[in-house]
């Protein structure tokens, strides 16, 4: 009886051919689940919050508060909006979504959004501007040298519309700490014309 049951038929059974098939069902699965996946729908892009200028989400902090019942959680956000066309300023707001701080930071960075000096492109000269102990410089660059700086320091030049310039942060590399240096180095940039006209002399 022994030797009937462990005979060939039953070899058979767990053979090269039986083994053969395992990795057909496994594969015929694995294809199975990228079907599935090719199938699902593509994600719909962010709507756009503000109608006047375009919005780049920098940074989300998420804040605890222990109460008695758990946990409360809240959301605060860091917005960068800017026109490109020179245009560009900082807000952030708080609540207890993440949608609704979005929305806070926005309606607060429009109001902040000032014009710039942006002269082809660049910046007209060399700048250095601080924020607690951040430090960023911008230095001018020529066409095709691309925006050379951080996400959130580039995040600000490019909605400001610059399109050439190198940076360097010093310090502190906090993102927000970051952004409000960016914009104190834009807010010192002054034209040749307007220097001619400080000064009251032809350059």
Known sequence: MAKMRGGPGAGNNNGPGHKGGGPGQAGGE???????????????????RSKLYAEDVVKINRCAKVVKGGKRFSFAAFVVLGDSKTKVGFGKGKAKEVASSIDKAVRDGEKEVKAYPIVNGTIPHEVEGRFGS?????????????????????????????????TKAYGNHNPVNLIRATIDALSQLRTKEQYEQLRGVQL
Not at 32 to 37: A, H, K, L, V, Y
Not at 135 to 162: F, H
């Open 30 to 48: 694995g294809g199975g689940e990228q079907t599935r996946r090719r199938d699902r729908p593509a994600q719909a892009a962010r709507e756009p």
């Open 134 to 166: 951040s430090k960023v410089r911008l230095i001018p660059a020529s066409d095709g040298t691309g925006v050379i700086a951080g996400r959130s320091v580039r995040a600000v030049l490019q909605k400001a519309g610059v399109h050439n310039v190198l």
